[in-house]
């Protein structure tokens, strides 16, 4: 079961880098947090696969005050999505047809959910973006929606600012990755029964107890 669960996640890591390469190459748009990425990377001498690494760094060192724990999969997270985007990047030319860019965008938000499902199904530790969201709604009790849209707004925002690539991809992939990762566990549990489903619960707020009341008998 460990080799299976290893298996996943760091194919699953490597699928997901390499649709980065693949929406990247398609030139319609990127997702927020690779808007953010390639708004960095033009300004620094490094290459996109460095920059999302170090930014996984970054995101990582907040986790401190938050308090959370990172896996396996976090740090694998933080190497692998790297050199796996620079690799997908050097291998993939740039298509000059629209028919072939629609195509390949939306190959690569259904690799990247494809790719979501495995590495975090195997259940060895969360993205740092990830994590950074779980923490945040543990310690604040606000909602994932809440929380998840204020980042992603953020980041989508600094990145476009930057020079981050914004457009139709960017708006495909915000409405259509939940749905195909929805799809896509049954299919991946199926044939990998054990994995945990990539999911995040609302925090659940429980009452403070009563303070015991005298009893009026006595």
């Known amino acids: 079961m460990l080799v299976r669960r290893l298996v996943a996640l760091y194919s699953g890591l490597w699928l997901y880098g390499f649709s980065m390469a693949v929406m990247i ?24 696969g460095l920059v999302t690494a170090v930014t996984g760094v970054v995101v990582l060192l907040l986790w401190i005050p938050l308090r959370q724990k ?27 047809s629209m028919p072939a860019r629609i195509a390949a965008m939306l190959l690569a938000v259904v690799l990247n959910a494809a790719a979501t499902v495995l590495y975090i199904g195997a259940g060895m530790g969360p993205g740092p973006r990830d994590g950074l969201m779980t923490g945040l709604v543990r310690r604040t009790g606000w909602s994932v929606r809440l929380i998840r849209t204020t980042i992603e707004v953020t ?14 991809g960017t708006v495909v992939y915000a409405f259509g990755i939940g ?21 995040v619960t609302e925090p659940v707020l429980r009452p403070e107890p009563l303070a015991p009341q005298p009893d009026p008998a006595t």
């Open 70 to 96: 990172p896996g396996l999969g976090t740090i694998s997270n933080v190497i692998v999505i790297g050199i796996s985007v620079d690799a997908g990047l050097w291998l993939l030319p740039d298509w000059e």
């Open 155 to 168: 980041v989508l925002v600094i990145g476009f600012v930057l020079g981050g690539s914004v457009g139709i």
């Open 25 to 48: 190459r398609a030139g319609l748009g990127l997702d927020p947090w690779d808007v953010f990425h390639q708004g960095v990377a033009e300004h620094v001498p490094i290459s996109f």
């Open 179 to 199: 749905p195909l990762i929805q799809l896509m566990i049954p299919l991946v549990n199926r044939h990998l029964p054990g994995f945990q489903e990539p999911h």
